[in-house]
């Protein structure tokens, strides 16, 4: 093969190349997490199956592929893929108006979702699209996972607690909660209330043990004891013999359409998570991320994960923690877990099948209680208020509307963010600092001195159709606040790395307006780009090269040699 053929098998299969070049020495480690993070996972997986309204088993069926083909094709060296919270609430939210009767009809359905999410992946990958991770900015992440987190404990109360649960709304389930309180099952309560007290202990005082795996075997070994599921207490029950094969779903066409958006949706939740996930690794770690590598890896395993009965997965951040605390080097650690699923699916089945749902409820509801960054509320208080308003809003729109128009609000509120701050940017006039270099905004600094008649102005944005008229309006106001005659108006343009042909006619007029009032439209500081975009228009050609500057002192000095009694009572003007 050629030297392009191996980079490309690399850039393709970048797991592969590792396996080839992989070093023994870090077996121990990577096997140690691959153990540990299984143990983790049987649980924890089996709990998502419920949340995502199919049997537990399929969890387990959809985590066998995801390590496999992650370990093969993503890009993260320790990153663990399978199913996760807010995708397996969002399937469950998707299929709910499809679900006729039975959970064989659920699974088909979620199957049916998996295969349409590894799609939407594929064709992202085809399109590179990996950028559109992005529109999720900080502040609506938080937001977002806080109002999932809240669907999820509200969506447990029922089976921690016995009580039997039928609205499919938020407030409806919390209502029936309230309102049945007395018909609490006491046995399925307790156990819940005591799986959940020991998660929360082990978490704090053992953090690196397989919480999960302890609590639910020791719930499991209650149920056996003391016959709790001839209580009342609900299992797991008969699990199906040997491994899920490989099965295309059935489903009605005239009925997927209803699946296309949300699969969208979970697409672009799923890939957020993933990528943020895998980027914080990757700098702990000391190695790149390849956005639309992991589209590609996601996009596979989601096919394939449809394929064997599961439903929509992406990367698990309590599972990526665990196996980065022991030490995993490499996805060594993935397949050494998958190899720990499939004896536990193959010889342990009598075990699973007395798990009882009131423990994994309380999984579930211990892992919501993780994605509610507290700090990450405080800290976006405590930047900028606004921020913080967006998280807040997000949080009541996904609780307030469909989880999936949620996301839609989510995107929204990221793009709406981004372009009130392109349209309304900081502005400065500049001016001359007592005792420090270069040129201040004069609103930061009393005390700072301008040029009599020179207005150098900056604007802390790209210039596009957003904020043109904008520009304009605030740059009138700065030259009319001057209150001698101006002469000049010079453009500090370094913030401006981009321009669209709306702006472009805005200078011009400008310029034009400037004109009539005598006053000299200059430009300083314009970096090479910009220059090249501007330079087939009309409005740099009426600028006279002598009034484009390379920097704001040379500018200076053409005023003041020009204008030398509108010199600066500061002297010379700064470098």
Not at 108 to 136: H, M, N, P, T
Not at 208 to 218: E, Q, R, S, T, Y
Not at 394 to 413: C, N, Y
Request: aromatic share 10%; net charge neutral; hydrophobic share 50%.
């Amino acid at each position: 093969m050629t030297k392009n053929g191996k980079s490309g098998l690399r850039s393709l299969v970048p797991g592969w190349w590792q396996l080839t070049h992989y070093q023994w020495q870090w077996f121990r480690q990577d096997s140690i997490a691959g153990i540990t993070v299984a143990a983790y996972l049987v649980p924890q997986c089996m709990a998502y199956g419920e949340l995502a309204g199919v049997e537990p088993v399929a969890g387990l069926w959809a985590i066998l592929p995801a390590m496999v083909i992650y370990a093969m094709f993503g890009s993260s060296l320790q990153l663990s893929l399978g199913p996760e919270s807010t995708t397996a609430v969002m399937t469950a939210v998707a299929i709910r108006p499809l679900v006729a009767d039975g959970a064989y009809e659920a699974a088909s359905w979620a199957a049916v979702l998996a295969l349409c999410v590894g799609l939407v992946y594929l064709i992202a990958y085809i399109a590179r699209l990996g950028f559109l991770a992005d529109l999720l900015s900080k502040p609506i992440l938080v937001g977002y996972m806080a109002g999932v987190a809240l669907i999820m404990i509200i969506g447990q109360l029922g089976k921690v607690s016995g009580i039997p649960i039928q609205s499919e709304s938020l407030v409806g389930e919390v209502q029936d909660f309230v309102t049945q309180f007395d018909q609490l099952h006491l046995p399925t309560f307790v156990l819940a209330t005591a799986v959940l007290f020991f998660l929360f202990v082990i978490q704090i005082r053992f953090p690196k043990w397989p919480g999960p795996l302890i609590a639910v075997l020791l719930a499991t070994a209650a149920v056996a004891v003391f016959q709790l599921d001839q209580q009342g207490v609900k299992v797991v029950g008969t699990i199906p013999a040997g491994l899920p094969t490989p099965l295309l779903p059935r489903f009605s066409l005239h009925k997927i359409s209803t699946l296309l958006a949300a699969a969208v949706g979970i697409a672009v939740v799923g890939y957020s998570d993933n990528v943020l996930t895998a980027r914080s690794f990757a700098n702990r770690n000391g190695y790149q991320i390849d956005g639309n590598q992991e589209l590609l890896a996601l996009g596979i395993a989601n096919l394939a994960t449809g394929l064997l009965q599961g439903f929509p997965i992406s990367s698990s951040g309590s599972r990526t923690v665990i196996g980065d605390a022991l030490g995993s080097k490499t996805q060594v650690f993935s397949l050494v877990a998958f190899g720990v699923v499939v004896i536990v699916l193959l010889l342990l089945r009598p075990v699973l099948a007395l798990f009882p749902t009131a423990a994994l409820g309380a999984i579930v509801i211990f892992a919501a209680t993780r994605l509610i960054e507290w700090a990450e509320f405080k800290r976006l208080w405590r930047f900028r208020k606004t921020e913080w308003g967006l998280a807040i809003i997000t949080t009541l729109g996904v609780l307030g509307t469909d989880i999936l128009l949620g996301v839609a609000v989510a995107v929204g509120l990221s793009v709406i963010d981004l372009f009130a701050r392109i349209a309304r940017p900081h502005d400065a006039v500049l001016g001359k600092v007592p005792g420090m270099a270069g040129l201040h905004d004069i609103a930061d600094w009393e005390g700072t001195a301008t040029w009599p008649g020179l207005v150098i102005y900056r604007y802390d944005a790209p210039l596009c159709f957003a904020n043109a008229e904008n520009f304009k309006q605030r740059v009138l106001a700065a030259i009319s606040t001057e209150e001698p005659p101006v002469h000049w108006f010079v453009l500090n343009t370094e913030a401006i790395i981009n321009i669209d042909i709306t702006a472009v006619d805005m200078l011009e007029e400008l310029r034009r307006e400037l004109a009539k009032q005598d006053i000299q439209f200059g430009i300083a500081r314009m970096k090479q780009d910009l220059y090249g975009q501007l330079q087939p228009t009309a409005f740099l050609k009426n600028i006279p090269p002598e009034y484009i500057f390379a920097t704001l002192p040379t500018a200076v000095s053409a005023y003041t040699t020009l204008y030398p009694a509108s010199a600066n009572p500061l002297d010379q003007p700064s470098t």
